[in-house]
């Protein structure tokens, strides 16, 4: 053995409690990555029970099927052949005890792989309390494989598994093939109460090690099936010298159910030989696929011959009776809504106090700093760039695990996917899944958290899709900019119909905008830059479960934990990089005109309210001041020309840019650069600025008009850069970041382009 | 790198379900609390693929539990768990009808398999061994027939 740690692969179906079972062998600790080339999440981690201690335990994406069409489904088959990276020494198959008729389907195909296999039955504490009995030892005899009951949640099994995986280790693969050649291992003395079956390893038998690979014998494979496989296979020996039998074998099987329709990058001579082995059936009134995956559950059904007695009734089971309300056309929708109301009040509202809480901290901490550091340079760009910074990013974690912890709650109950079979035919309608629901709507709290539950969708392509909208939901941020135009350029007595104030008409305006055009660009996207395959509604509706604590806190802190290291250190370096444009550079001498000017206040107004006020006014000039004569201050200007179009002069270009870090930050931002100070949007002085505010020939600059369109504008620009980190890290990719910046900034300026010019035309820009 | 096999695919996927004529119906069809057994799949090839992977090979048993709140999707007991998918694919899956599904609830627990249980009530099952081609699946169709 060399010096490497021998790597275990952990394979199985969603929702078979594969997370669950990898926390328990683990210990817990994941290390997450990537797999090269793809953005699907790869976690590993040590085994910490048993005597393979030490052992790389990888756990692979949750599947049905090796079968794939792109290379983030090829993740789990190209693994497991060592395909692009070493084969794994033994793969730990999961199957949902309760669903083995189906489960097994993997399975089988894992085994055809030839690499040592362990089996976990896991949650077979549900599958004995329903009803069913399994005899692992039978099975295990059927497959060629030791097989061990599993209760992860309940840490029952896990440390069966662990030795039943070390005996694997220690198996020269070709005698694992030999071995299901022969049959049947011996089998071992069930265990007292625990009731944990294990096949005994049989590395006794050793047939010719270079035999062909393992087929059992039962079902016998068609002759014309064998006959297509054996052709495709014969064509991988002959280009892959580094197949060994088995992989050929596998490798042939893989490719006959993947390969044609596929976006995959598979050698040009296996996808004609496929295609070949395809043709060659049909001229014989054959289907291939459907031989291949008939065979593959006929042996599914004979290895469970005798192993498995189902229960009688599976109709009045508890999830039965619970979904006959939770999914019922009335109470189902009364339990969604409910339901959705929660996730959106827990972003919403209940996350505020933590937020305010991660605020003042922050301020605290920067108060404290300041007054440590003699003042200078360093000190500002250390408390208002980096600690401010800093900020920005932890500002977001209390909605990251809110959102996620109910995620997770939701998934591990199985209730996510009755969200997702429940709203499905409404997401149809724009070619999404029915799973894009709960992000889509976590949008119009925060698009940070919405964006990384896009995780939740397994088909790249919509999951790109969704991510790309989801910042078009008018979240929580736009609300301050939305108060503080209507609060200038409307009555608020003035009402519409008599009954509703316009500020009230237009704000649901603005919710109507933001979610057509979330469903209209999805429409478009599918249909040009992510256009492809349809892809069906395939989705399981797993039993209802208690989930486990522990799990639901472990998965929370990884996504937690991943923003922070991943999205937050982009998001804190654009922070301080906004801060320095609208901090630099300096201008001593006005610096020094406003020293002097508060000496003359301080000199000649006696100490009081009048002074403070006084000295106030001051500061707030300085600072207005200071902001025209940055960087940011003067790209307003620069940028004058472009959004005059939209009714904008540049002062509010200003206010753009600041906007950059965080969208209600326009609001302090024109504070600013109206000589009112860093203030809110309920701020009495900053309204009647705006109000008061003319453009150089004398008219009004914020007129309804100019309002409407700036909120058009904030509905529909990606003003934000934690967003565009978060798209970034999400799709794996500064192409997609840019491409949603990109299509949202143009989307805004032709519509607010719309708005003004053609109010103008319309003559409304009077008042 | 299409092959020619894709091709046949696609022009076949384009095709309405229901524009061949069967005697048996499509699993859109089956009111909720009926069930079937599962003749063949039509459709696109990459959809196909996946709901045989799914466990809807010929000869297998399903049954319609119920629809979702807003009428699609349909949500269906195979092979002892739950499946949900849309009219649009169920609308591909022909399937023999073999009445309600509670008739065949009764009696002693369900051993063997989803083969034997078709065949013991008299439904067709995909028998790729035998002379007699039972599997032609749709998308492959317009070289057969």
Redesign the interface.
């Known amino acids: 053995m060399t010096g490497q740690a021998p790597v275990v692969l952990l394979a199985g179906n969603p929702n078979a409690g594969k997370t669950s079972l990898f926390n328990r062998l683990t210990g817990s600790r994941a290390k997450v990555g990537n797999y090269p080339g793809v953005t699907v999440e790869r976690r590993s981690g040590k085994l910490t029970v048993g005597d393979a201690r030490g052992a790389e335990l990888v756990d692979l994406p949750g599947t049905?099927?090796l079968?794939a069409?792109s290379s983030e489904e090829s993740v789990a088959v190209d693994a497991l052949l060592g395909r692009g990276s070493a084969p794994p020494d033994a793969v730990i198959v999961v199957a949902?005890a309760?669903?083995?008729?189906?489960g097994l389907?993997l399975a089988t195909q894992v085994l055809d792989a030839g690499r040592p296999v362990v089996l976990a039955l896991n949650m077979i504490d549900e599958a004995r309390a329903s009803g069913h009995t399994v005899d692992a030892e039978r099975l295990a005899g059927a497959l060629g494989c030791e097989v061990v009951e599993t209760a992860a949640t309940k840490n029952q099994g896990v440390a069966e598994l662990a030795q039943a995986t070390a005996r694997a280790l220690k198996q020269a693969p070709k005698q694992a093939t030999a071995r299901a050649l022969k049959q049947a291992p011996k089998q071992a003395p069930k265990q007292g109460e625990g009731a944990e079956a294990k096949g005994e390893p049989s590395g006794t038998e050793d047939g010719d090690p270079n035999a062909a690979p393992a087929m059992p014998t039962t079902p016998?494979m068609?002759?014309?099936?064998a006959r297509s496989i054996a052709q495709v296979e014969e064509v991988v020996r002959r280009e892959d010298a580094r197949a060994d039998a088995a992989g050929a074998r596998a490798l042939a099987m893989w490719a006959i159910?993947s390969l044609?329709?596929?976006e995959l990058t598979a050698p040009s001579w296996l996808?004609?030989a496929a295609?070949r082995a395809?043709?060659e059936a049909?001229?014989?009134?054959?289907?291939l696929?459907?031989?291949l995956?008939?065979?593959r559950?006929?042996r599914v059904?004979?290895a469970?011959?005798?192993a498995l007695?189902?229960?009688?009734?599976?109709?009045e089971s508890t999830?039965?009776r619970v979904?006959a309300v939770l999914?019922?056309?009335?109470w189902?929708?009364a339990a969604?809504a409910v339901v959705m109301l929660v996730v959106f009040q827990m972003l919403f509202a209940w996350s505020e106090p933590l937020v305010g809480a991660i605020e003042g901290a922050v301020a605290a901490v920067q108060d404290l700093v300041r007054g440590a550091l003699p003042a200078g340079a360093i000190r500002d760009l250390i408390v208002d760039g980096a600690i401010a910074g800093v900020g920005n990013v932890v500002v977001f974690v209390p909605q990251i695990a809110l959102l996620f912890a109910f995620i997770t709650v939701l998934e591990d109950s199985g209730y996510l996917?009755r969200v997702a079979?429940?709203?499905?035919?409404?997401m149809?309608a724009v070619g999404l899944h029915?799973r894009a629901f709960v992000p889509m709507l976590s949008g119009y709290a925060c698009a940070i958290p919405a964006v990384l539950a896009t995780r939740t969708l397994e088909n790249r392509r919509d999951r790109l899709i969704t991510m790309m909208v989801v910042p078009l939901a008018s979240c929580s941020a736009r609300l301050p900019v939305y108060v503080l135009v209507t609060a200038v350029i409307f009555d608020p007595e003035a009402k519409v119909l008599g009954v509703l104030s316009v500020g009230a008409v237009v704000l649901l305006a603005m919710y109507g905008l933001s979610m057509v055009a979330t469903l209209v660009a999805a429409a478009v996207l599918r249909r040009t830059v992510l256009k492809g395959?349809?892809t069906?509604?395939?989705?399981?509706?797993?039993?209802y479960r208690l989930p486990s604590v522990r799990d639901v806190l472990l998965a929370t802190w990884a996504r937690v934990r991943d923003f922070l290291t991943a999205a937050g250190t982009v998001i804190l370096a654009l922070s301080v990089v906004i801060w320095g444009l609208l901090s630099y550079p300096k201008d001593p001498a006005a610096e020094a005109r406003w020293e002097a000017k508060r000496a003359e206040v301080t000199a000649s107004v006696a100490e009081g309210e009048e002074r403070d006020a006084a000295l106030e006014a001051a500061s707030q000039a300085e600072a207005g001041e200071a902001l025209r004569h940055s960087a940011g201050g003067r790209l307003g200007h620069v940028i004058e020309p472009v959004i005059e179009p939209l009714g904008f002069d540049w002062r509010l270009g200003v206010g753009i840019i600041g906007a950059f870090a965080a969208r209600e930050v326009f609001v302090s931002t024109l504070g600013i650069v109206f000589d009112v100070g860093s203030v809110d949007e309920e701020s009495q002085p900053l309204r009647e600025a705006l109000r008061d505010a003319r453009r150089p020939d004398g008219s009004k600059l914020m007129t309804p008009l100019v309002g409407v369109s700036l909120m058009v504008f904030f509905v529909l620009a990606c003003q934000c850069m934690s967003t565009i980190a978060v798209v970034r890290r999400e799709s794996g990719a500064w192409k997609w970041a840019g491409l949603m910046f990109g299509y949202m900034t143009v989307l805004a300026y032709v519509a607010s382009l719309g708005v003004y010019q053609v109010g103008r035309l319309l003559g409304l820009d009077g008042a | 790198?299409s092959?020619?096999?894709?091709a046949?695919?696609?022009s076949v996927s384009q095709k309405s379900p229901s524009s061949q004529k069967s005697p048996s119906q499509d699993l859109s069809q089956l009111a909720p609390g009926k069930a079937g057994v599962v003749r063949?799949?039509r459709g696109?090839?990459?959809?196909?693929?996946?709901?045989?992977?799914?466990?809807l090979?010929?000869?297998?048993r399903v049954e319609v539990?119920?629809k979702?709140?807003?009428?699609?999707?349909l949500?269906l007991?195979?092979?002892?768990?739950?499946?949900?998918?849309?009219r649009?694919?169920a609308a591909g899956v022909e399937v023999s009808d073999v009445g309600d599904?509670?008739p065949a609830?009764k009696?002693?627990?369900?051993?063997?398999?989803?083969?034997t249980r078709a065949r013991a009530e008299g439904e067709p099952v995909?028998d790729?061994?035998s002379a007699e081609?039972v599997?032609?699946?749709g998308y492959?169709s317009k070289?057969?027939s």
């Open positions: 049905y099927s079968t069409r949902d309760t669903a083995l008729r189906r389907y016998a068609p002759e014309a099936l159910l044609g329709d596929d996808r004609e295609a395809h043709e049909q001229r014989e009134g054959r289907n696929d459907e031989e995956v008939a065979w559950y006929g059904d004979a469970l011959e005798g007695t189902e229960a009688r009734e599976e109709g999830s039965s979904d999914v019922h056309p009335v189902g929708l969604f996917a079979f429940v709203i499905d035919r409404v149809a029915g395959p349809r069906a509604l395939v989705l399981e509706l797993p039993p | 790198m092959t020619p096999v894709d046949d695919h696609d063949r799949i696109e090839r990459r959809t196909v693929v996946r709901l045989l992977e799914m466990g090979v010929p000869g297998t539990k119920r979702a709140p807003l009428g699609d999707p949500e007991r195979v092979r002892g768990y739950t499946l949900s998918i849309r649009s694919e599904a509670a609830r009696g002693a627990a369900r051993k063997g398999t989803a083969e995909l790729v061994g081609p599997g032609r699946v492959a070289g057969t």
